[in-house]
């Protein structure tokens, strides 16, 4: 795909939602942060079914440590993965307030080296909390950038290495809320709604189809 096509896929994605933000419920960095690392594996929807209730009593590194792996558990258990979940908040929630006076670090290396932050949920964090223009690939951003032909490769690593060079400083910082929205809704996994989707003219895929 050539820079032209691409440049009109943003601005289109950018007309039809300029402000996009994560379907994750959070009111604070520390639980952006906790959401992030449920979100692993797990949808949106879950992941806030539990936390709706886990902030109630536990929205501070300190406040999480007080309940303890169990007491996380029993919040987060209808969450996939839950039991290596609640001990790396645990782990996390230790660090944080060790050695980061319980803020979140603003530093991709450092945010990594936390129990359970990989990759993507760092991006998210520095693009999110801090308004970095870093992009998260996940799963959805992967199918859409090969389909489309936006940028192709094996696997999330290629991609976020390409997207951070093809995409404008300006489109950075919404991309992943784009592409993750689009995938999620309508380039979706099995059934993607081509004769409905606002980039169909622009897109790889759907030449196939109309
Ligand atoms: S045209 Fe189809 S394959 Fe291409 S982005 Fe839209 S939904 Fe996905």
Known sequence: MNREKRIKILFRLKNNNPNPTTELKYNSHFELLVSTLLSAK??????????????????TPEKM???????????????????????????????????????I????????????????TANIILNVIFGLPT???????????????????????????????????????????????HGKYVCKSKKPTCYSCIIKDLCDFNKYYI
Not at 42 to 58: E, G, H, M, P, R
Request: glycine share 6%; with cysteine.
């Open 65 to 103: 440590i007080l309940i303890g792996i169990d007491g996380i558990k029993k919040y987060i258990k209808t969450i996939g993965l839950y039991n290596k979940k609640a001990k790396n908040i645990y782990k996390t929630c230790n660090i944080l307030i060790k050695k980061y006076n319980s803020q």
């Open 105 to 120: 670090p603003k530093n991709k290396i450092l945010l990594k080296k936390l129990p359970g932050i990989g990759d993507k």
């Open 135 to 181: 992009i998260a690939v996940d799963t959805h951003i992967f199918r859409v950038c090969n389909r489309t032909g936006f940028a192709t490769g094996k696997n999330v690593t290629i991609i976020e290495k390409k997207l951070l060079k093809i995409v404008p400083k300006k489109f950075k910082i919404n991309f992943h809320n784009w592409f993750l929205l």
């Open 42 to 59: 797990s949808t949106d929807i879950s992941v806030n079914k539990a936390t709706i209730n886990l902030y109630k009593i536990a929205n």
